[in-house]
T-cell receptor, first 114, second 111 residues
Framework: NAGVTQTPKFQVLKTGQSMTLQCAQD?????MSWYRQDPGMGLRLIHY???????DQGEVPNGYNVSRSTTEDFPLRLLSAAPSQTSVYFC?????????????FGSGTRLTVV | AQTVTQSQPEMSVQEAETVTLSCTYD???????LFWYKQPPSRQMILVIR??????QNATENRFSVNFQKAAKSFSLKISDSQLGDAAMYFC????????FGSGTQLTVLP
C-alpha cells in the first residue's frame, strides 16, 4: 500500500502564479483533509472532504480551492499564490470508523512563494 | 471551537531517562479522540499513540504512555527509556470529526 501520496515534494512559485498540489490515497478512506504547517503554529486545517463530491472549509481556507471528484484524489489549488502561502502542506486521510481510527498523513509539500 | 495547548515549546531529556510532554485541550464534547504525533526532521507525521475519550484506561504503546485526565482536559505523553531516535517535534491533537493540533514541543535527547 502506498498510503497517502503527495506531489510535488518541493515547489517554488512566483507571486500571482497558480498551481495544484496533488493528493491521492489508496486505502478507500472517506475523509480527506489539507493542512498547512507554519513555524510555532502546529498544523492548521485548510479544507476537508467527507466523501466524493463533498467538501468544506477549515480554519484557514482563504486563497485555496478544493474538489473531490473521486474517493482517491483530493487536489488543493492555489489560484493566485501569495508570499503568505509559503508553508509546508500536508494531505491526510482516514476511514470513517473502526479500531484504527485516526489520520494517515502524506510526506508533505514544501511551497515557497517569492 | 476546540483548542489544544502545548505549553512547553522545547524540552530535553538524557538518553535512557523518562520525559513527560504536557497537553491540555478545551472542548464541550464528551466523545472524542486524542492523539500524539511525532514529526522527525524528515517532516513525516507519525502516529505515536491514540486515546478514546470514553475509555478510562490510559493508552500504552511500548515505551510511550499517556496520562489522560478527562475532567481536567489534560493529555500528557510519557516517554520511558528515551532513545536518540525519539528526538523530534511532538504534536498533541484532538479529534471529534477533524484534527485540531497544538503548537508542538521540540524534544531533544542528550547522549
Amino acid at each position: 500500500n502506498a498510503g497517502v501520496t503527495q506531489t510535488p515534494k518541493f515547489q517554488v512559485l512566483k507571486t500571482g502564479q497558480s498551481m495544484t498540489l496533488q493528493c491521492a490515497q489508496d486505502m478507500n478512506h472517506e475523509y480527506m483533509s489539507w493542512y498547512r504547517q507554519d513555524p510555532g503554529m502546529g498544523l492548521r486545517l485548510i479544507h476537508y472532504s467527507v466523501g466524493a463530491g463533498i467538501t468544506d472549509q477549515g480554519e484557514v481556507p482563504n486563497g485555496y480551492n478544493v474538489s473531490r471528484s473521486t474517493t482517491e484524489d483530493f487536489p488543493l489549488r492555489l489560484l493566485s499564490a501569495a508570499p503568505s502561502q509559503t508553508s509546508v502542506y500536508f494531505c491526510a486521510s482516514r476511514q470513517g470508523q473502526g479500531k484504527n481510527y485516526g489520520y494517515t498523513f502524506g510526506s508533505g509539500t514544501r511551497l515557497t512563494v517569492v | 471551537a476546540q483548542t489544544v495547548t502545548q505549553s512547553q515549546p522545547e524540552m530535553s531529556v538524557q538518553e535512557a531517562e523518562t520525559v513527560t510532554l504536557s497537553c491540555t485541550y478545551d472542548t464541550s464534547e464528551s466523545d472524542y479522540y486524542l492523539f500524539w504525533y511525532k514529526q522527525p526532521p524528515s517532516r513525516q507525521m507519525i502516529l505515536v499513540i491514540r486515546q478514546e475519550a470514553y475509555k478510562q484506561q490510559n493508552a500504552t504503546e511500548n515505551r510511550f504512555s499517556v496520562n489522560f485526565q478527562k475532567a481536567a482536559k489534560s493529555f500528557s505523553l510519557k516517554i520511558s527509556d528515551s532513545q536518540l531516535g525519539d528526538a523530534a517535534m511532538y504534536f498533541c491533537a484532538y479529534m471529534r470529526r477533524q484534527l485540531t493540533f497544538g503548537s508542538g514541543t521540540q524534544l531533544t535527547v542528550l547522549p
